[in-house]
């Protein structure tokens, strides 16, 4: 930013609080553009399903759950994943810091958490000298009651997400990509809100965060879809979460 460039900075935002405001304030006096690599929110899936919460499909939500595992150590083949930035606290690993996509899903989805309690511990040797697994009771400002589990353990991978209202409920799952709805006849009948098919790539959304960035940088775009303050707000979750793993204690926000 001093050097006068633009900046796209990969998730985490950083591994601890100090000097964010600095950093926001120096991106809004220079006029910059700052944009964090939380790439699920350049996921279709997941915009329907904001899009549909906002539209009040599932009537007003009252619980939410999401959930991701994967064993570390396959997450890079041919290397021990004690020396990877994933298993080193120095080095801003962690399963609160490298997965809090899930923290920001929340937060994009269902606005900000009023407090929260976390139990967060190291439950096996896949990391070195940091968290394996974490869980996450969350209160949004809404009334909605969250749940967030992280883990570095599982070895097939899951990813699912699920929110529950008044009126039905919406679903994901990594398996299929497939996003569905249920009435409040207790989900008798499932219907598709959006499905790849056999479309489906990874790719898709990178592609989509980078032309976001770029059409930022051009003046095509006036959003910025995943901004500094919004990841700042993701680490402060995560900076939460460890202070209630830590003490024991609820943690407001």
């Given at each position: ?49 904001r ?9 007003t ?24 930035v ?29 407090y ?14 940091t ?14 009651r ?37 009435d ?6 499932t ?21 976001h ?16 303050s ?24």
């Amino acid at each position: 930013m001093d050097a006068g460039c633009h900046l796209f900075i990969e998730k985490p935002l950083s591994v601890s609080d100090d000097n964010l405001e600095t950093l926001e304030a120096t991106v809004s006096s220079r006029r910059k553009i700052g944009i964090v690599g939380y790439n699920f929110r350049f996921y279709r899936p997941l915009s329907i399903l904001r899009t549909a919460l906002q539209a009040g499909r599932i009537g007003t939500p009252q619980i939410a759950e999401f959930r991701v595992g994967q064993f570390l150590p396959d997450w890079r083949k041919g290397r021990s994943s004690h020396d990877t930035v994933s298993a080193q606290r120095a080095l801003g690993g962690g399963a609160l810091l490298e997965l809090s996509h899930e923290l920001d899903i929340l937060r994009w989805t269902l606005g900000e958490a009023e407090y929260l309690v976390a139990i967060a511990g190291r439950v096996s040797d896949v990391t070195l000298d940091t968290e394996d697994v974490a869980d996450l009771i969350l209160t949004m400002r809404t009334g909605v009651r969250a749940t967030i589990h992280l883990d570095f353990l599982q070895r097939k991978k899951e990813r699912r997400w699920r929110v529950a209202g008044t009126k039905g409920a919406v679903e994901w799952c990594w398996d299929d990509h497939v996003l569905r709805i249920s009435d409040e006849n207790g989900g008798v009948e499932t219907r598709a809100l959006f499905d790849y098919g056999e479309g489906f790539s990874a790719d898709e959304m990178y592609r989509e965060e980078i032309a976001h960035f770029i059409d930022l940088i051009e003046g095509r775009c006036p959003d910025n879809r995943s901004p500094i303050s919004e990841a700042r707000r993701t680490l402060q979750l995560v900076s939460a979460a460890r202070r209630s793993a830590l003490t024991g204690q609820v943690v407001f926000l």
